[in-house]
Structures are given as C-alpha cells and as structure tokens.
C-alpha cells in the first residue's frame, strides 16, 4: 500500500502531466492554425467554388450540365493522353539523371563540391520559368532548324529540364541522412556496389523516389509554359493545362464551367495515376511482409 505522502506526489505527477499536455496541445494548436486557415482560403474554398461552377445550371444552354459535353470529345482525350504520357517519360528520365546527382553530392565529403552541387539544381528555380522556357528554346533554335524543334522530344527534354530540381530535392534530403552502416553492412553481406544500391539504396529511399516522381509528372502534364512558349508552333502539341487555360475565362460563365470540368476530370485521372504510383509498391511491400520466408 502507498503512503499519504507518495500518494500525494503519484497526484502531482499526473495533474504535472496533464497540465504538460495540454500546455503542448495549445502550442501545436497555435502553430498549426495558420496552416489551417491558409488551406481554407486557397485549397477549400477555391475546389468548392470550381465544384460549384461545373455543376451549376446555366441561363441559356440547351441541356442541363452542357459543360460536361467537352469531356466525350476526342481531342480533350487526346490532350489528355499525352499529358499523361509526356509526364511520365519526363519524370522516368528525371529520376534517371536526378538519383545519382542527388547521391553524389550527399555522399560527398567536401562541402564545397555540396555547396556547388546544390547551387546548379536549385539556382534556376530563382529564374523565372518562362524565361528559361524560351531561353531554351533559343539556344536550340540558335543550334538546330527551329521548324524541327516542334517534336515530343524537345517538349520532353523541356520537362526535364525545367522540373529535375523538384527531384533531386526530395532524394537528397533522405539520401544525405542515410546511415553509413546500411552500406557497411550491405557490403559484409557479399553484395556488390551496383546490387547494394537496387538491393538497400532504392528501398531506403522508396518514399522520396515517388514524391519526386509524383511531383514532375503533374507538373509536366497541367504545364502550360511547354507548348506555348517552348515549342515553336505549341498549338500542335496541346497539355491539358493548356486546354484549362483556353477556358479560363472569367466574364463567360459557360467557359468557367468548361475550365471547372475539364480541372475536376484532370484531377480525378491524375490523382488515380498519383494513387496508383503510391498504391501498388504499398501493397506488394504488404504482401511480401505477410509471406512466408525460408
């Protein structure tokens, strides 16, 4: 049995306690309303508001919802395709050239060769992105026919060269605090360089591979900086961001309701390609975890 005096102080420790936990709940409280109050003003309300304006009837139309006829053409399809398409290639070869730049420099024992490293992939997101756009494409108009430039492969490169930065961030922030151990370790186990980084490296880093991925696909495929100021005739080579854009027309009711439809479809398509990307490593991490192991 306690004693008065140590029940006395088993109750101060749990009101200290309380009193510790609700000091910090108010503080976390405090620094996250901010956060709360910017999300409501330009995250909430302006998805409301494009909800609103899509299904909204319209003084005028024919039909109910006429808005919507655009998703059942073709060409919106079409655009949205190869959005989609260009996207993925753009954000495959970024995490091709982006994975052993953000490596090299994490790795690296000289600060200054980190402090350049970082300096070349982050100095051009001070630049203005249409003016490295079409800086580019002077450069290779300087170079090569410009009639020629006017190609998925040029629009390709664009994507890359403008949205790498936003993957190599992601990988060397967790690369740069990977434990030396892991390596040593990998090592002690017969593994040789090469299968040391698809066996331990790639997994470690699994989370930032995708949110990089993730990010330049859709910044890639809603740009619409690639066609109109890239390519040299971007009409022939449309994203959906800039199909959006045709239709961001405020003092029309009908092409606001356009814009607002054709933003839920673009939404829906590339969060499931977003959810996807997540998903299927999740679920195969799952099912090897549940498996049976020799």
């Given at each position: ?12 420790k ?53 808005n919507w ?5 073709k ?40 402090t ?15 003016s ?21 492969f ?24 990977m434990?030396?151990n ?15 980084v ?31 100021k890239?390519?040299?005739?971007g ?23 356009n ?36």
């Open positions: 049995m306690y004693s008065i005096k140590e029940k006395n102080k088993l109750n101060n749990k009101l200290a306690n309380k009193n510790n936990f609700k000091s910090t709940s108010k503080f976390q409280l405090s620094l996250i309303t901010p956060y709360v109050i910017f999300s409501i003003l330009f995250i909430i309300l302006p998805m409301i508001l494009i909800f609103i304006y899509a299904f909204k009837p319209l003084d005028g139309q024919s039909k109910n919802l006429e006829d655009i998703i059942a053409r060409t919106t399809w079409t655009i949205m395709w190869r959005s989609i398409i260009t996207g993925l290639l753009a954000a495959f070869i970024a995490l091709i050239l982006g994975f052993p730049y953000a490596y090299i420099i994490s790795k690296s024992k000289s600060t200054i060769l980190k350049l490293g970082l300096s070349l992939i982050l100095s051009p997101l001070a630049i203005f992105t249409i490295k756009a079409l800086s580019m494409r002077g450069l290779f108009s300087a170079i090569f026919d410009e009639n020629k430039l006017n190609n998925y040029f629009m390709i490169l664009g994507m890359v060269y403008l949205y790498l930065p936003l993957m190599v961030m992601p990988l060397y922030q967790v690369l740069k605090d434990p030396k892991i390596l040593e370790a990998s090592e002690d186990l017969g593994y040789s360089k090469i299968k040391s698809f066996k331990v490296i790639l997994p470690y880093c699994s989370k930032a591979i995708l949110s990089g991925f993730g990010i330049v696909l859709m910044m890639s495929s809603t740009s619409i900086i690639i066609s109109e890239l390519l040299p005739n009409s022939q080579k449309q994203l959906i961001g800039n199909l959006i854009n045709q239709f961001a027309n405020t003092t029309n009711p009908f092409d606001l309701a814009a607002s439809s054709l933003v839920i479809i673009t939404m829906i398509v590339l969060l499931s390609i977003y959810g996807l990307i997540y998903g299927i490593p999740y679920l195969i991490s799952k099912h090897r975890q549940g498996g049976s192991y020799e």
